[in-house]
């Protein structure tokens, strides 16, 4: 019933920059937390930035300083700016959301399909 999509995922220089958006879409009621997490080849997911309904945010060390999570909740749209990009951010990076449906009763997690982001000189 929730369904995310993201983009905005390319190659970039090390230095570089790019704008992941993700929109959430279905018979959606209330969106609590929204986020970017991401997966290496070899790697487990691991959690790149989340915000909250009420503005607070939270980021892994590796990106603090570098990325910026925002959230349009009109649109139940997440973005991640991506500054100052490193090759160890190479990933496919996961739209999340943890979404109320309507006609439910607890929260669920939705995930989009992901979007690769390359970062090579």
């Known amino acids: 019933q929730v369904q995310l999509v993201e983009s905005g995922g390319g190659l970039v220089q090390p230095g570089g920059s790019l704008r992941l958006s993700c929109a959430a879409s279905g018979s959606i009621f209330r969106i609590n937390t929204m986020g970017w997490y991401r997966q290496a080849p070899g790697k487990e997911r691991e959690l790149v930035a989340t915000t909250l309904s009420g503005g607070m945010t939270n980021y892994a060390d590796s990106v603090k300083g570098r990325f910026t999570i925002s959230r349009d909740n009109a649109n139940k749209t997440v973005s991640l700016q991506m500054n100052s990009l490193k090759p160890e951010d190479t990933a496919v990076y996961y739209c999340?959301?943890?979404?109320?449906?309507?006609?439910?009763?607890?929260?669920?997690?939705?995930w989009g399909q992901g979007t690769q982001v390359t970062v090579s000189s």
């Open positions: 999340n959301a943890h979404a109320m449906p309507f006609g439910g009763l607890r929260y669920v997690t939705a």
